[in-house]
């Protein structure tokens, strides 16, 4: 399966954007696929993970309550939705799947990725 991230962008704190995943080649069907960040200087770090039927949600702490995962089945597409935006949240996002139904936060478990997309939030 091949991946396309977009959606990202300059925001100010406290705003919203709304990120997609759309895949190609195969549905999304009996993959998981997950959301990752690397700030500058940082490592890349997980985000967000939900089974292809939904199922399954995890999010990492510091976007619980903020981002949401979900996907539309008919546009073959994952998204990311991201509220309350802090300047914190700046970094390069991934879309990334693999094969299962776990959730998992370790992106070396994950073997088809996306390009990335800038997400930068100012203060």
């Known amino acids: 399966v091949q991946l396309q991230a977009s959606g990202g962008g300059l925001v100010q704190a406290g705003g919203s954007l709304r990120l997609s995943c759309a895949a190609s080649?195969?549905?999304?069907?009996?993959?998981?696929v997950g959301w990752f960040r690397q700030a500058p200087g940082k490592e890349r770090e997980f985000v967000a993970a939900?089974?292809?039927?939904?199922?399954?949600?995890r999010y990492t702490d510091s976007v619980k309550g903020r981002f949401t995962i979900f996907g539309d089945n008919a546009e073959n597409t994952v998204y990311l939705q991201m509220n309350s935006l802090k300047p914190e949240d700046t970094a390069v996002y991934y879309c990334a799947a693999k094969e299962g139904a776990e959730t998992v936060p370790f992106d070396r478990l994950y073997n088809h990725w996306g390009q990335g997309t800038q997400v930068t939030v100012s203060s």
């Open positions: 080649g195969r549905t999304f069907s009996g993959y998981t």
């Open positions: 939900a089974r292809w039927n939904g199922a399954s949600i």
